[in-house]
């Protein structure tokens, strides 16, 4: 279902580009590369991958850090340390790349650059970037077995509430029909699939309870009763 409502938003963008002006296509034209867009798309998501692969794989630091007396709900930050620190690295560097490439290493330290208010927003676009892990491994002891299905939330959330902002912004103003259509089945869509999801996680907790367990245990026996039952009657006739 979120696959769905994340295609349905992929298609209204689709839709928007196919409604701007002329001089809107050409310039978009301009920055146009299919080959690495397709690359750089294929290299995210398994980048993104395997992000999720180091967060559902650092059960030792977790129960270390539970041992050393951390709150469950709060077990899985070392965890985020480790694996965001590969972020950091990989940033750190492409930066400095793109700095040296383009000699504008200089504008750190450039006289009259609002260097202040720069750090302040991209430590706070960082902080707010982190804080979506931040709420997923948080989340995941109440999850239990589903919290393998945290990522899947966290990225379809991002694009529900991408899309949102977008709206509040303008950034949908004077589209089609066709395309505010696309939207809305598409935020609603992953609204839905949030739904879903909550409650399947209801549902399996509810049956994992002791007095459920118990019940599904004694109608189980009933059904065996039952079989034998039937089976001794048949060997009876025959």
């Not at 200089?106 to 750090?119: F, L, Q, R």
Request: include cysteine; charge should be positive; glycine fraction near 12%.
């Amino acid at each position: 279902v979120s696959l769905v409502g994340i295609a349905l938003v992929g298609l209204a963008g689709k839709s928007k580009e196919a409604e701007l002006s002329d001089e809107q296509k050409r310039q978009a034209v301009a920055e146009f590369d299919l080959k690495k867009g397709m690359l750089v798309a294929l290299f995210s998501g398994i980048a993104s991958a395997g992000m999720n692969f180091g967060l559902q794989s650092g059960d030792v630091l977790q129960e270390a850090a539970v041992r050393g007396g951390t709150l469950s709900k709060w077990q899985g930050i070392p965890v985020l340390v480790v694996v965001l620190l590969g972020g950091v690295v990989v940033n750190v560097v492409w930066c400095l790349q793109q700095n040296l490439k383009n000699k504008t290493l200089g504008d750190y330290t450039k006289s009259g650059a609002p260097v202040v208010s720069n750090i302040f927003f991209a430590g706070l676009a960082g902080v707010i970037w982190a804080m979506q892990f931040v709420c997923q491994k948080v989340g995941e002891p109440a999850m239990g077995d589903m919290a393998y299905i945290g990522f899947a939330i966290v990225m379809g959330s991002s694009i529900f509430f991408s899309s949102l902002v977008g709206i509040l912004l303008g950034e949908w103003r004077g589209v089609g029909t066709r395309t505010k259509t696309l939207l809305g089945l598409g935020i609603v869509t992953l609204l839905v699939s949030f739904c879903v999801i909550s409650y399947g996680n209801k549902l399996k907790e509810q049956a994992s309870r002791p007095e459920v367990m118990a019940e599904k245990e004694v109608q189980k026996a009933v059904d065996a009763v039952e079989r034998a039952t039937r089976y001794g009657d048949f060997v009876a006739v025959s």
